[in-house]
Each structure stands twice: as C-alpha cells, then as structure tokens.
Nanobody, 125 residues
Framework: QVQLVESGGGLVQPGGSLRLSCVGS????????IAWFRQSPGKEREGVSC????????RYADSVKDRFTISRENAKNTVYLELINLKPEDTAVYYC??????????????????WGRGTQVTVSS
C-alpha cells in the first residue's frame, strides 16, 4: 500500500515560518524523486519545489525561490519543505508527490505517480 503523508501545516502570520514533512511508505523511496505542489481555491495546482532521489539538484518555482528550502532524509523516507518569510499568497494546500527517478539528474513536476492528501498552510494576520 503506497502512502505519502504530509504534515506540518498550520496558521501563521505573514513573515512566519513552517516546516512541512512528507513521509512515504509502500514503495522504494530512494528510487523516486519527490515534488511539492500547492493548490488554493480557484487556482491551478502549482509545482513549488522538487528534489531528485539522491537529495540533490533541487528546483523551485520563482514565487518561492529564496524563501522555501527542500531537503530529504532517505533513511527516514522523508522529504521536508521549509517555508520562511511566508506571504498571504502562499496560502494553499500543500501536497507531496513521488515520481520514479529518470536518467536526468534533475527532478520535475510532470508524470508523478503517487500523491499525498495534503496539508493546509494558511498565512494571515
């Protein structure tokens, strides 16, 4: 049974910080790239960040670059997303997704296989 479980969301004030976690099970964790997406009401799902199966070559959407940091700890089957200097426009449900590794060293947001249920991030004063 494949599972991806996100946690760490919550309500924070603008300028605040959160650390999201994504824990995977039921598949060969270190054979998969992991991506974070977010979706807010009325908007399309947006690829936020991703990291390859080795924990290298992270990528970020321009909207979060310099504020979010992705990392992974494969011994714990966990990927993290650290969010700092949060803005109201960061409000969304954040999802993690897994994609079987490709020959390329860089991760991507297309062709993901497994999805978590999401964790809500709300940024409001």
């Amino acid at each position: 049974q494949v599972q991806l479980v996100e946690s760490g969301g919550g309500l924070v004030q603008p300028g605040g910080s959160l650390r999201l976690s994504c824990v995977g099970s039921g598949f060969t964790w270190d054979s998969y790239d992991i991506a974070w997406f977010r979706q807010s009401p009325g908007k399309e799902r947006e690829g936020v960040s991703c990291i390859n199966s080795r924990g290298a070559n992270p990528r970020y959407a321009d909207s979060v670059k310099d504020r979010f940091t992705i990392s992974r700890e494969n011994a714990k089957n966990t990927v993290y997303l650290e969010l700092i200097n949060l803005k109201p426009e960061d409000t969304a449900v954040y999802y993690c997704a897994a994609k079987r590794r490709q020959p390329l060293k860089f991760c991507g947001f297309i062709g993901t296989e497994y999805w978590g249920r999401g964790t809500q991030v709300t940024v409001s004063s």
